[in-house]
């Protein structure tokens, strides 16, 4: 039996998602942590570490009395995990949670592994969905069957919120201050200033045509003077002074085109050179993976999560053109909640409250640990299907893309609900949908906790 108390950490890249889940307690509410060793500039660095060591720092700091206040020893670990995470850094991550924190047991899985079981496509999930994944690093997009991850259908774009913030300070240092050194500051400017354009060239010839402050699509953003505020504003233009010498004493960037300029490269990645298709190619090349069968069920059942979908218009530019890229006989609809950046550790909190029975399966315990190492870890993923390198994939099977999915077609748009349901015998790609009782209990299969896999 595991311990009555549960640490839930979404690690992700830019910041940590973490609660304690005490046995007959309400649900916590996530903490957001930066995943960060910092320093003021003042302080000089007299050597560096490895990762592994600032990784502890975190951790420790994390763990202590004053953020989380949890004994390891009677905890239970539900971590999430890169996507394709390289066994090295899997048995790396396995020691820190065994021998140096000494967890009573551990569970860890990809994001995306988790979002069946939150709210955002409602209760009861579908059993065929397609999470869009856009975090700190890159842009995963990631099929699930019966809650099961198709590994060989997940696609990835090189893209996340870290080069968006990069490419604006580039865009900003190069035309006006020179904020290289700036990164807190300028990520603050992105999430505040930038939009998604629903169309580019009517917005970018705006632009050039009147740069003043009186297009309203120019923003002023006033920079923190560092000793009262650690971010910035945005000064709208009632809020401008009237005095010449307030100016003066501010430093302002003048956002322009550089508000929607950034998010563009999420749409088109050649903007800045990149060999890659934008995101809404990147969906429709994972569906095409899909049995030909079943591929309208993944259409209608798309969800986005992570922080980099957060900008206004990005919904609905992406649904405007997934439309057109699916064919004329699907309906496409995309699922976003209100704060995408905690979907993930929402849907980890509902999987350990609401699904106990599965939670106690996917424990590794310390002593099975001791006894196997990593190996035991990856023999309970692969039992859930979460383990992407040794684990059971889902049927083992590689179904060909399809020339004629790729012709572009114009799907039907509609609002959100979901209905349909994978039918026991249907035929799709090389597999064959046989009944399984491995399926999650979440799942609309309509079968007592029973679903479908493909053989």
Known sequence: MPPNTIVILDNGGASMKAGVLHANAPAPPARIVTNAVVR??????????????????????????????????????????PYFNLPKIQDTLDQFVWEEYEFAG?????????????????????????????????????????????????KRLDIGGKLLTNHLTSLVSFRQWNMTEETYVM?????????????????????????TTSNPIVQEYVLPDLTKEKTGRVRHREDMPLDTDTERTEQVLTMGNERFSVPEVIFHPGDIGMEQGGI??????????????????????????????????????????????????CEVVLF????????????????????????????????????????AVRRRMGAVGN?????????????????????????????IDGTAAAPPGIRGGRGTWTEDNACSPRTRCGHKGTGFRLN
Not at 46 to 74: C, H, M, Q, Y
Not at 389 to 412: I, N, S, V
């Open 106 to 154: 551990c569970v860890r899985a990809t994001p995306a592994s988790f979002i069946p079981y939150g709210q955002i496509f409602g209760d009861p999930a579908p059993e065929c969905m397609l999470v869009i994944d856009s975090g700190f690093s890159f842009t995963h997009v990631v099929p699930l069957i019966c809650g099961r991850v198709v590994w060989e259908a997940v």
């Open 336 to 375: 976003q909640s209100s704060d995408a950046i905690l979907d993930a550790y929402n849907g980890a909190l509902a999987f350990a409250t609401d699904s106990a029975a599965l939670f106690a399966t996917s424990t590794t315990t310390r002593a099975e640990y001791l006894e196997s190492g990593s190996s």
């Open 40 to 81: 003021s500039k003042g302080d000089r660095a007299t050597a560096t570490s490895s990762i592994g060591t600032r990784k502890k720092a975190i951790w420790d700091g994390l763990f202590s009395d004053e953020v989380l206040n949890v004994n390891p020893t009677l905890s239970t670990l539900l971590i999430t995990e």
């Open 387 to 415: 383990d992407w390198a040794g684990g059971k994939r889902l049927g083992g099977y590689m179904p060909e893309p399809e020339e004629d999915t790729a012709a572009k077609g114009k799907g039907k748009e509609r609002g």
């Open 280 to 329: 809404a190619e990147t969906v429709a090349a994972s569906i095409a993976l899909l049995p030909d069968d079943v591929r309208g069920l993944f259409w209608a059942n798309m969800a986005l999560v992570g922080g980099s979908t957060k900008f206004v218009g990005f919904r609905e530019r992406l649904l405007s053109e997934l439309c057109s890229l699916a064919p004329p006989e």
């Open 187 to 211: 990520n603050h400017v992105k999430e505040a200033c930038c939009y998604v354009s629903q169309d580019f060239g009517a917005d970018l010839e705006a632009c050039r045509l009147d740069k």
